[in-house]
């Protein structure tokens, strides 16, 4: 059984710093693309960053670029966000999600590129 465990959330001040983890069981963690996205109260489902199998390339969108950092250790199945210099828009649940292939594709259509999803975590970031 596929699981995507996420933890690490919590209530921050605006400038201040937070790291997600998000442990991965039940398939073979370093075949796949790994992607967090994450949900802010009334909007919908925002894709936040990826990363490839191997770790080798990674993704942001354009509103975190430059503040997160997505990895992952594969000796340990678990994907990490260290998010730095924290604004309230980034208040939201945020999520990990398993991708179908070992590779990003940055689409439109992104949400299907992803199989499993955690339960998510959430950040509340006070200003």
């Known amino acids: 059984e596929v699981q995507l465990v996420e933890s690490g959330g919590g209530l921050v001040q605006s400038g201040e710093s937070l790291t997600l983890s998000c442990a991965a069981s039940?398939?073979?963690?370093?075949?796949?693309?790994m992607s967090w996205a994450r949900q802010a109260p009334g909007k919908g489902l925002e894709w936040v960053s990826g990363i490839s199998w191997n770790g080798g390339n990674t993704y942001y969108a354009e509103s975190v670029k430059g503040r997160f950092t997505i990895s992952r250790d594969n000796a340990k199945n678990t994907l990490y966000l260290q998010m730095n210099s924290l604004k309230s828009e980034d208040t939201a649940v945020y999520y990990c999600a398993k991708g179908r292939t070992g590779t990003i594709k940055i689409v439109a259509t992104w949400v299907h590129e992803y199989d499993y999803w955690g339960q998510g975590t959430q950040v509340t970031v006070s200003s």
């Open positions: 039940g398939f073979t963690f370093d075949d796949y693309a």
